[in-house]
């Protein structure tokens, strides 16, 4: 793995692999460099065809605190097209979260505040802790969730999307649970236990499936239904029944037997 300076990127044997935000002294705030260094670190997991899951994580009491202070304080002597090139970076982020090949899932504590919600909006699945705390704050500030918002707004909703980042009030786990940005919420003492039984169960699965059935998804997105989308699922199970995988997972069901992924669990 790459040596990096303000994240970290494990892979253990299963192929889990995690990428925590390693500013903890910063409350994992975002600057360039991170920003910089999260892609690469998605490039890396997109090209590992060992890695079966990503797990975002951030390190210390905090998932992260938005924007550093110290970054925005610089953004603001630069001028529009240099902002641009900023803002384009992590707009990149973001798409490449949201569209990398693996099941991605985040883990929230503590604060998770402006550009944070968005990294959690482009995982595939997350859960936090009831008293974590959520805020699009960019309107105190004179700003807007702007790169991050259609993310968000997939995530929670373009209703719910208008009412936060309007107010930029807060709101807890419990909160982000009923929106939809948290699958699950639990005590903070309790998160690495449940991340345990997500990992556990996702690991069930067949790796091959579970990046086609993303790549799948990505282009089914609301389900509106035309002539292109049902040829795309046609010829995905096509394709997944005539796989390896596929034809493992189909024989070891009617044989009553585990397939040959589990077994490596």
């Known amino acids: 793995m790459i040596d990096f300076q303000t994240i970290e990127l494990n892979k253990d044997a299963r192929g889990v692999a995690t990428l925590w935000l390693n500013r903890a002294e910063k409350n994992n705030a975002f600057d360039a460099q991170v920003i910089s260094e999260l892609n690469a ?46 803002a384009h970076e992590l ?30 909006a482009c995982c595939d699945m997350a859960i936090g802790a009831v008293d974590a705390l959520f805020c699009l704050s960019e309107v105190r500030i004179g700003l807007a969730p702007a790169v991050i918002s259609p993310f968000v707004a997939k995530a929670i909703g373009e209703r719910a999307l208008r009412r936060y980042a309007l107010t930029a009030e807060r709101f807890n786990g419990q909160r982000a649970r009923e929106l939809g940005l948290l699958a699950e919420c639990h005590p903070a003492d309790g998160l690495d236990a449940a991340l345990e039984q997500w990992v556990d ?19 089914v997105g609301a389900g ?42």
């Open 41 to 86: 670190a998605l490039a890396t997991v997109q090209d590992d065809a060992d890695i079966r899951l990503l797990v975002l994580r951030g390190r210390g009491r905090h998932f992260s605190a938005g924007a550093d202070l110290g970054w925005m304080r610089e953004s603001a002597e630069l001028d529009y097209q240099a902002n641009l090139a900023d």
């Open 91 to 120: 707009g990149e982020l973001m798409q490449r979260l949201y569209q990398l090949p693996q099941p991605t899932l985040a883990v929230v504590q503590g604060a998770a505040f402006g550009g944070a919600l968005g990294l959690i």
């Open 201 to 219: 169960n996702l690991l069930q699965n067949s790796p091959q499936a579970l990046k086609a059935c993303k790549s799948l998804l990505l282009k």
């Open 224 to 265: 509106d239904i035309s002539a292109e989308l049902r040829q795309t699922t046609e010829h995905a199970i096509a394709r997944l029944r005539t796989s390896p995988e596929g034809q493992e997972g189909l024989n070891a069901f009617l044989e009553k037997r585990r397939p040959a992924w589990q077994e490596k669990n």
